[in-house]
């Protein structure tokens, strides 16, 4: 990959879906460059920009592979190689670079899915997905419940006891692991 580096030492692709530079053909130098946010800029003298080429990350790669690229050659780079469209290669990024400690382990999401035959992410909140960030939606949870024939809903009970009447007591433990998640990662953040 072509990349250019500038005097902080920030490099960047020399074309990518965050920014882009026009280089002259006759001295090789940058010209102008555009960063997303910033717009189109012409280079100064006293730019001093190096265009450099490293390896690509060698497809496919798992996230810790991911992760050691962006640390060596930064993460404008690594998310030039993530399949998907420009505009959500930056988020796609984000979520490989800082994983959310909410979000169900896998081990979580096949046994949710063994218990109630669906998938966990069916109950995600919508709202706070947008932020990056992972909230079991009981309330979604309950409103499917009800609508379901194969169990019997007792409207005196709570959600939690008709989960373990319907589901057993594992169901019932792995949703309050489910909705006490965010309370843990609170508490692990005051005691750091």
């Known amino acids: ?7 902080k030492g920030v490099r ?6 965050q920014a882009g530079f026009r280089i002259n053909d006759k001295t090789g130098l940058v010209h102008e460059y555009f960063i997303r946010g910033q717009g189109w800029k012409r280079a100064q003298k006293s730019d001093k920009f190096v265009r450099e080429e490293i390896p690509d990350l060698a497809k496919p790669f798992t996230h810790d592979q991911f992760r050691a690229y962006a640390n060596q050659y930064g993460v404008e780079c690594a998310q030039e190689f993530l399949e998907c469209c420009d505009m959500m290669k930056p988020h796609q990024a984000n979520e490989i ?14 046994d949710f ?3 109630f035959s669906e998938s966990v992410f069916k109950f995600q909140d919508a709202l706070t997905s947008m932020f990056h960030y992972w909230s079991f939606d009981i309330l979604k949870f309950d409103l499917w419940m009800h609508s379901q024939s194969f169990f019997v809903y007792d409207e005196s009970k709570s959600c939690r006891d008709n989960v373990v009447t319907n589901f057993g007591p594992k169901a019932a433990t792995l949703l309050d692991a489910l909705l006490n998640r965010d309370t843990a990662v609170e508490a692990v953040a005051v005691e750091a």
């Not at 670079?97 to 096949?110: C, F, I, V, Y």
């Open 1 to 7: 990959m072509k990349t250019i580096v500038n005097a």
């Open 12 to 17: 960047r692709p020399e074309y990518g879906c």
């Open 97 to 110: 670079m800082t994983p959310d400690p909410r979000k169900p382990s896998a081990a979580e999401q096949q």
């Open 113 to 115: 899915k063994e218990l």
